[in-house]
């Protein structure tokens, strides 16, 4: 079956660095767009980014708040997304988690992801 596993969640100070990993396993890495979103708490899960790749290339989706300072990627070999967050803020702190989902879908829904991950927390401190 599918499955999702973040990692490289941590607490940082403002300005600081972390970047996200997010391997996937249980189907062709490729067939899926694959996005992060993150939920902080009383607030409703936001997608920040999203990657799909065709025919070699890569298409990559960013939330307004991140663009400039995130940087998603993808490793066909490896499986893995990454998430590169840099000068981050305090109000970036949320849980953030990964998922999978037809290529054809809305990529910021949350709605229009089958697979998540168990997320990993993300903290910044001012």
């Known amino acids: 079956q599918v499955q999702l596993v973040e990692s490289g969640g941590g607490s940082v100070q403002a300005g600081g660095s972390l970047r996200l990993s997010c391997t996937a396993s249980?189907?062709?890495?490729?067939?899926?767009?694959v996005g992060w979103f993150r939920q902080a708490p009383g607030k409703a899960r936001e997608g920040v980014a999203a990657?799909?790749?065709?025919?070699?290339?890569?298409?990559?989706d960013y939330a307004d708040s991140v663009k400039g300072r995130f940087t998603i990627s993808q490793d066909n070999a490896k499986n893995t997304v990454y998430l590169q967050m840099n000068n981050l803020k305090p109000e970036d702190t949320a849980v953030y988690y990964c998922?999978?989902?037809?290529?054809?879908?809305?990529?910021?829904?949350?709605?229009?992801?089958?697979?998540w991950g168990q997320g990993t927390q993300v903290t910044v401190s001012s």
């Open positions: 998922a999978a989902g037809p290529l054809w879908r809305v990529w910021y829904s949350p709605d229009d992801y089958d697979h």
């Open positions: 249980g189907y062709t890495f490729s067939s899926k767009r």
């Open positions: 990657i799909r790749s065709a025919a070699s290339m890569y298409y990559a």
